[in-house]
């Protein structure tokens, strides 16, 4: 079981971009595979998240960066993206926390709502979003992951 007091969820610091990366390439490439939209944004996280107005956080354990988590501003919405936890310490609700901290970070900035991409297949991400409160919505045509088959929303 993961020690709260050993685990902090703070904001990005470049020195923690490689972490950034790694964590997302591991998942996508475990599930699915880096589409473009992911390499760009993952690349430069600059550039594509925090100079538009978006946000990253990590999940830091023991002084060791073992989660992330994005809100891209996508100029209409907020989405909850680029989430993923280290393999050896999934299963400890490091997720949840992270999605926890972005809702109240969001509620903090007045937000009205926070909406995701994802994918049917993920069945555990799913169940968290659902059990958090995201509701299932329409998902348009043109969405900029070809891997996304399910948008979810949250009103605060």
């Known amino acids: 079981m993961i020690n709260n007091e050993n685990l902090q969820i703070i904001a990005y610091q470049k020195v923690y971009a490689k972490d950034f990366y790694d964590l997302n390439v591991a998942w996508l490439k475990k599930y699915f595979y880096v589409e473009p939209y ?18 990253i956080f990590f999940a830091k354990y023991n002084h060791k ?67 958090i409160g995201f509701i299932e919505i329409e998902l348009e045509k043109e969405v900029h992951y070809e891997r996304a088959n399910i948008k979810m929303f949250l009103e605060l």
């Open 38 to 55: 992911d390499e760009k944004v993952l690349s430069n996280p600059k550039e594509y998240v925090l100079d538009p107005g978006g946000f």
């Open 65 to 131: 960066i073992v989660g992330v988590v994005a809100l891209i501003n996508q100029k209409t919405f907020f989405e909850l993206s680029k989430m993923a936890v280290s393999s050896e310490y999934q299963g400890l609700k490091i997720g949840q926390k992270l999605v926890a901290f972005c809702i109240e970070f969001a509620k903090n900035k007045a937000w009205k709502s926070i909406t995701l991409y994802s994918h049917r297949s993920l069945v555990p991400a799913i169940n968290l979003y659902k059990k």
